[in-house]
């Protein structure tokens, strides 16, 4: 089911930023507008000090490109801005031109759940430079924030290891869209199940959860709180035990258990929101092992996140479900990823491409030419190196050059195969296939995850894996920052 035309109304080309109207109008009254351009949507550095990024968002991303229209309302809206003289902003012959705009370009991209790194282009973008233009902060604003939290996600997924992780993020996320968005998101990255219903509807999600703290302290007791919960609900018999005190909550617990076992019934187990974590789990775990419910397992919540879940394993803690909230759906210590979408190359109709440049004083900041493409070389063991390549260069090497460190090159052997990452998605506005499933995209992740050792995916100053420019790329974009400077 398409997600954000069942959040939002058809179409919404008008999330969009000011200035790419703007832009629009100078190009289509200047006649820039018949220049075919190339932009490649990347972002520069990692979220989270990772050694690793999930690229996700994309189906997001090509249901905007489908859907996109101006509706009447629209260019009401758009008719009735005025310029600083008070004069109407735009041109009833410029509203006209985009009534009738349909975003025919053709988009290659990084398949969702793929592993990325800084500086390669998640998607590249080619057609007329008014439509490309028009997608710019829809498709940022979609691939960033899925990213980040698909990143995040596989973060606390390597830490739980094969425990299930539940997100639980509605409460606490930025808004309906960023909840949804980041239910989406988290399950891709290998989240079990989200506590998200309106996501478990739209995504077909499995939905988990337990009870509230209110459900306990509406009764006179805990232990009549769980029986009458066991009773009603027996089969998500997960008991929240420590709104008064967690052991004597984990007692009362039991107590229902054996009842419910009396009657056929299931008992999976005990939450624990509060408190030390690691002892109060393995002195749970102990009670629940004597009482013999050594099946039902410990649930344990409260502002946890990868580094969280890795020290509570490295102190013994017996804990076998995590729910994970805020820090999760909020991307809780780097809540942006920074992504950007830059020009790269220019033509005029039938001619040939013209590289485009964009200088800054921070080397990161500078952009690179062409008509780029990844290429991740393997062997034996799994992947080697990412070279970013110009399809415009024949014949490219298989020497890479990392762009930030000229010093810093290497030469591919021939026993490595490589694999293109950026693969056609849509030409000429419409998709080339129909959409993955979720349950693909997240196997994806873990297939990829398992190409990288482990100095990749480590917490604490991972591993930076090798990602640079073929050589005759970085040549000719040396040259091209030359000649730039020169005559600025």
């Excluded at 902060?137 to 698909?150: C, D, K, P, V």
């Excluded at 919960?229 to 909550?249: A, C, I, K, S």
């Amino acid at each position: 089911m398409p997600l954000l035309t069942e959040l939002y109304r058809p179409s919404l080309l008008m999330l969009t930023d000011f200035y790419q109207l703007t832009m629009a109008a100078a190009a289509w009254g200047s006649g820039a507008a018949r220049r075919e351009t190339v932009f490649h949507l990347l972002f520069r550095r990692a979220p989270f000090g990772s050694g690793f990024t999930v690229a996700a968002g994309l189906e997001l991303a090509l249901e905007v490109l489908e859907s996109a229209r101006l509706e009447s309302g629209d260019l009401e809206y758009l008719a009735g801005l005025r310029g600083a003289d008070g004069a109407p902003l735009f041109e009833d012959e410029f509203l006209a031109y985009l009534s009738r705009l349909r975003l025919e370009v053709d988009v290659d991209a990084v398949p969702e759940g793929a592993v990325v790194f800084p500086q390669e282009p998640l998607l590249r973008v080619t057609g007329p430079v008014i439509p490309c233009m028009m997608l710019e902060s829809a498709f940022l604003n979609l691939l960033n924030f899925q990213t980040l939290i698909a990143t995040k996600a596989a973060r606390i997924c390597l830490a739980a290891g094969d425990d299930p992780v539940l997100e639980f993020g509605l409460r606490r996320a930025q808004g309906p869209d960023g909840s949804v968005s980041a239910a989406r998101a988290a399950y891709i990255g290998g989240c079990a199940a989200t506590s998200n219903v309106l996501a478990g509807r739209l995504l077909g999600i499995p939905v988990r959860g337990t009870h509230a703290h209110s459900w306990v302290m509406l009764f006179d007791e805990e232990r009549e709180a769980f029986e009458a919960w066991g009773r009603t609900m027996p089969e998500t018999t997960v008991f929240l035990v420590d709104t008064y005190d967690t052991l004597e909550g984990v007692r009362r617990a039991i107590e229902i258990a054996g009842w419910l076992r009396a009657r056929g019934k299931p008992f999976l187990g005990v939450r624990i929101d509060s408190g030390d974590l690691a002892w109060l789990s393995n002195e749970a775990r102990r009670m629940l092992d004597d009482a013999g419910f050594t099946e039902a397992r410990v649930y344990a919540s409260n502002e946890l996140d990868e580094h969280l879940i890795e020290s509570l394993k490295q102190q013994g803690a017996t804990i076998g479900v995590w729910g994970i909230g805020t820090r999760l759906a909020t991307a809780h210590d780097d809540p942006a990823l920074g992504g950007v979408y830059k020009l790269s190359m220019v033509r005029e109709p039938g001619g040939p491409w013209q590289p485009r440049i964009k200088l800054s004083e921070q080397a990161a900041k500078i952009s690179t030419p062409g008509r780029l493409q990844i290429r991740r070389f393997t062997d034996q063991h799994g992947a080697v190196a990412d070279m970013i390549v110009d399809q415009e260069i024949s014949q490219p090497t298989r020497t890479m050059v990392d762009p930030l460190d000229p010093t810093r090159r290497r030469t591919l052997p021939d026993d490595c195969t490589f694999t293109e990452l950026l693969v056609p998605v849509a030409r000429k506005g419409r998709r080339t296939s129909g959409p993955e499933s979720l349950d693909a995209i997240r196997a994806r992740v873990r297939e990829q995850l398992g190409l990288f050792h482990s100095g990749v995916k480590r917490f604490l100053n991972p591993h930076r894996y090798p990602v640079g420019l073929e050589q005759r790329l970085y040549d000719r974009r040396t040259e091209l920052i030359l000649a730039a400077r020169r005559h600025r």
